[in-house]
């Protein structure tokens, strides 16, 4: 028994020390842009849109399980791996691609904030620099495992999600129903509505997060399973939040036939239905998703850019040490804190060139994973295995065919 | 001077002008001396490895001579493509430092990798923007250099472990002391020379130079153009400068002299001037000077204000209004002073100086007599021309001995 214990109370350690890179990585995929996308969904489509929650935590967890991996065993990053196999012309190429629609998802997430502010009656032209240099500093000025704290802070506070549902007094027998029963008939405005869901939730930027992240963090091989099992927990994690997020809409809004068209009108909505307190705290859930949102993608952009040309680049070295690394971060915070303070800036175009982008590059990202997960060289022992093949070809086939229904369908605006 | 991004995907032909292949990789040794073995070239088959010896001519495309033979790779050998380009460099402590853009190939008298391209230019050459973007940056006024890092500086065993090492922490070949570097360079034809100081940051090419022997700076001074002559000479020690003008013919002489910064042509014609004794040659205008009535806290607040561009001082020179040097102090004294003591209470008065004339041997024996390493070079009214500095005379003993 007291042998049990202290195993227990082993693995609870190891549990604890490599929390972070998936939960993180999973939640922040709940970003501005995210909790907009689920909204909208959820107040058009109510429980029906719930049927797809469970696929796509699928597909999450094992796109993300082999990006952490791939990072693990051979202690390099996606774009370390990139520029070394493939050459400085495609290296330069995918960092084009990945700066330009990072810069598009940071421009939502700072947008995201901005509405937050909006709601909660805070000048934005004051308080948005405010807080995005505020980030910065924080994120430039402390080591990793600091930053590492402040972001599962920022987790704690998507916890508002289910407070709001709660309050909203569903109807949770058939929320929990839809998870596995579909209902309603398909649509192809549901099509597109469920394609942009998985679209917001599985990103090019989270495939290069979570292998850079996870390489910063110096996880050894022998870390390698409890890694594996805290990114299928992210996925998890992240969509439950999800899924209390959808209920709160659900519940009121669509329940109410209401139309919103952003995150910050449904925290307005919600308000006559579950209180004013359901509200606020869907509307403080914004705010978090998009400070968690803009610091991270923008941190992708700057780890892309510290492996892809060499230079040093850690969240644990100081602001001399990896100035490039750190100037990529601020430049991308800054162009998206101008851009979302523009008077009469059209996010939806900016959202519809973040998603053509994100959709074009995510197959490209999915055969350099494919590529190097089954490369001996570098993987070793721990080369993806048949099932995670499939499941790779078919998230590619998954993605690429939402992100062409997608485009079509913003076009012809279904 | 070759690149690899120029060389690679060449074409290479047979002796009597048949397609081979295109070239698109190169063998090495991983030694101190990357000696390259065998080049790799993909054809519609497959790839051969061909040894070095069989290539002929590189301008265009590159000629394999008759008969040439195929071979595999051996154990000691790595490749330029896997091992080399695009990798991470890790300094001592394993801190990323950058990465390999384009690997820098010396082909005579053999062919040997002499270094790698780590800066932005070693990028713009695989899109073959290289000139395009020198062009562009050239209407500011300015130009782009190559960050090249010399093959002495990579430690050659940790290359088959998948590793590019530096043998220093420091990063940049930049920070390779320029003593090093011009004892390398030394051992390269003046062409090569020319091509490896092209690559490197004004200031640092200057210190480098600075540091070749005198013959080595003759060649290099009268191949360059004049404008290039006269903008390094602007940046390095006048002393130096001198020394090194005073081995070049008049005639070149007077064509550079003209080209130098105003700063630098005055203090350069002005210890030209001297020049005309050994101690002469010698003397340089890096000195520090002080009033009489100064005190203590304002020399060392001028100190830090104003030399940190100058060479290490040693000694404060104090003159008085008459121009007469009536004193020296070195820094220690100076240090232990109280803020608001003025020169005149605490320097040494009775300074020990040469004149003109003076033999550089008595120079010599009085710094070592003294234990002084400058001595101050008078005129019969006491005014100060120059310094003698104990280096540059060791230096001259030295090539007068040898």
Redesign the interface.
Known sequence: MKYWLNNWKRRLLIAVAIIGPGIITAVADNDAAGVSTYSMAAATFGYQIFIILIPMTILLAVTQEIGARIAIVAEKGLADLIRERYGVRIALVMYGLLFFVNLAVVIMNVAGLKSALILFGLNPYIFLPAIIVGLFLFVALNSYSIVERFFLLLIVFYGTYIASAFMAKPDWGLAVQSLVVPTGSITPRFLYTAIAVIGTTITAWGQFFINSYVKDKHLTIEQLKYSRLEVYLGAIVTDTLTFFLMVAVAATIFANKLTITNAAGAALAITPFAGQFAGLLFGIGLLFAGLLGCVIVALTTAYAFSEFFGYSGSLDEHFRQSRLFYTTLLVQLVIGTIVALMPNISLFKITLAANFVNGAILPIIFFFLYQFANNEAIMGAHVNNKAQNWMLAISSVIIITSVIVGIVGQLMGW | MLYFAELYGKKVTSADGKAVGRLTDFAFLATDQPLITKLRIDTKVGHILVPISSMKAVNGTIILSPGYETSGVADNELSVRIHL?????IDLKG???????DVVIQDKPYFVIAGVDVGMLG?AR??KLEQWLNRQVSYFGTSLRSDFLPWENIQPVELSRGKVQLKREEAKLTKLAPEDLADHLERLSVKNLTKILDLLPNEYEAEVIQNLNVSRQRELLRSIQPKHAASILSLIDPDEAVDILLTLSERRRQIITPLLTEEARARIDYLLSLSTTDIGSLATTDFFTADPEETATSVRRRMKRETTLATPLTYIYVINKKKELVGVCNLHELLLQDGDVPMYKFMIPNVVAVYLTTPPEIAMKKMIKYKIYSLPIINDRRGLLGIVTIDDLVENMQEKLT
């Open positions: 380009l695009d990798q991470q460099i801190n990323k430092v950058v990465r390999v853009n990028i695989w899109l």
